[in-house]
């Protein structure tokens, strides 16, 4: 009960990539970063296990992007023809690969990153792909030239992938929707419909996580935006219930979400994030507790992951750290208060 898990990234080693940078570029290259990125990855397991997280991730130490690490395997995405687009409605400019052809999966994309991570520890494994609605909003399309036709295509892709990866022994596959915050129509129209594609056959626990992105300025900025009370979670939340989609991610700590928003994903596991990752201040045990003890308003106990907002690669690693240890130490907690600690 109240297993701890993280959204998915953590902050790469300064030898590795550069620090608190998204889209960071390597500081390795050849051999020296295959081996690096698979003692990152062994590190990041460690400091989750040190901290008491159940549910842990590779730290998505093996990529750039979360989502170009996908992509990167994927014929008919041209990362020679990268433009400049606005993404997340605008919200920020990046550069992006083009499609240009028919999509197939070149190879698998993350095969050895799952079974690594899965040699490597004994605790229920997580591993995070982007969802097909984010993958379609984080590249420019000259090929299909229709979001959901290409957001379908890139779900049967995600499925073939995702199959491989639950073979491997993977616990967990979480597919991540920021997107889900900023086109609610589409969420409605072909959002729900590419992620039943994406986890069609797939014999692991599935989550999608949607939060309100990373502590960047661009996105603190939009939130400021938002007004007294963040209310897109009611638009999707309905949807997601009667989906079979088998857990929620979300945002939660230091945010505007009205917590009786919960309730609209009766019969979910719900990931509600406890830590906030858009501030270099680490909560307190007992901070991330009351937190907690909120969401038990509207989700029973047993369906209660604590979790973090978003992921943490922007942050630095001694801040990271502190944030993985409150998050286990608050749900511990609660567990205590609860009997079952």
């Not at 991730?57 to 041209?78: A, P």
């Not at 433009?83 to 993350?110: M, N, Q, S």
């Not at 990752?277 to 992951?305: C, K």
Request: net charge neutral.
């Amino acid at each position: 009960m109240l297993l701890t898990t993280i959204a998915g990234s953590l902050p790469k080693p300064a030898w590795l990539a550069e620090p608190r940078t998204l889209w960071a570029p390597w500081r390795l290259s050849g051999a020296a970063l295959d081996e690096g990125k698979r003692d990152a990855v062994l590190i990041a397991l460690r400091e989750q296990e040190a901290a008491g997280i159940d549910v842990v991730t590779d730290g998505e130490q093996s990529r750039q992007h979360f989502v170009h690490g996908f992509l990167e395997h994927v014929d008919g995405v041209d990362f020679s023809r990268r433009v400049t687009i606005g993404i997340r409605a605008d919200r920020y400019k990046a550069e992006v690969p083009t499609v240009t052809g028919p999509l197939r999966r070149l190879r698998p994309a993350h095969a050895a990153d799952v079974a690594l991570a899965r040699a490597h520890t004994t605790r229920k494994l997580k591993f995070t792909i982007p969802g097909p609605m984010t993958i379609v909003d984080t590249l420019a399309d000259e090929h299909y030239r229709d979001r959901r036709r290409l957001a379908l295509e890139f779900a049967r892709l995600i499925n073939e992938e995702a199959r491989e990866l639950a073979a491997l022994g993977l616990d967990v596959l979480q597919l991540d929707e920021p997107a889900f915050n900023v086109y609610m129509d589409d969420v409605a129209a072909w959002g729900i419909e590419a992620l039943h594609r994406a986890i069609e056959g797939v014999p692991c626990t599935t989550a999608v996580h949607i939060c309100y992105g990373y502590g960047i300025k661009a996105n603190t900025d939009w939130k400021a935006t938002l007004g007294s009370e963040w209310r897109q979670y009611e638009k999707t939340f309905p949807l997601l219930a009667r989906s079979r989609i088998d857990q929620v991610s979300l945002e939660c700590a230091s945010s505007r979400v009205p917590l009786e928003l919960l309730a609209l994903l009766a019969g979910k596991d719900v990931l509600v994030g406890a830590v906030d990752v858009a501030t270099d201040r680490v909560e307190t045990p007992e901070e991330v507790a009351a937190t907690i003890r909120r969401a038990m308003a509207f989700v029973p106990p047993e369906r209660l992951y604590p979790c973090t907002n978003c992921g943490m690669v922007p942050l630095g690693r001694d801040v990271a750290r502190g944030k993985l240890r409150a998050l286990a130490a608050g749900a511990a907690l609660v567990r205590r208060e609860l009997g079952v600690g």
